[in-house]
């Protein structure tokens, strides 16, 4: 399947702030729905954050309120805003957008995935 680079991943302490970027092609704008996943070590991969074609957007309850998903048509890039972290939120952090898996946490139905960006939160 076709590959995304998400980038923006690093290294901060509890509380921090980091902003992911995952450039999409733009003809999958209002077509596709998108999503950021993450796996931690010794842990299976969760979807965390979710946006449909039209706009709508869902969490994983673990970092609802913390987590923002959004697009910039205008730069073709999926962001993922992630405020207020804690060290549970280390993790590999990748992107994936597909045009039938909307709102999927099955990481294999999205036919566009990325190769990952590491966060790391210390405490």
């Known amino acids: 399947q076709a590959q995304l680079v998400e980038s923006g991943g690093g290294s901060v302490q509890s509380g921090g702030s980091l902003r992911l970027s995952c450039p999409v092609p733009a003809y999958t704008w209002n077509t596709y729905c998108m999503a950021w996943f993450r796996q931690a070590p010794g842990k299976e991969r969760e979807g965390v954050a979710f946006v449909d074609r039209d706009g709508t957007t869902r969490y994983a309850e673990s970092v609802k309120g913390r987590f923002t998903i959004s697009q910039d048509k205008a730069k073709n890039t999926l962001h993922l805003q992630m405020n207020s972290l804690d060290p549970e939120d280390t993790a590999m952090y990748y992107c994936?957008?597909?045009?039938?898996?909307?709102?999927?946490?099955?990481?294999?139905?999205?036919?566009?995935r990325g190769q990952g960006t590491q966060v790391t939160v210390s405490s």
């Open positions: 994936a957008i597909d045009w039938a898996a909307c709102g999927s946490r099955d990481w294999s139905t999205y036919n566009y």
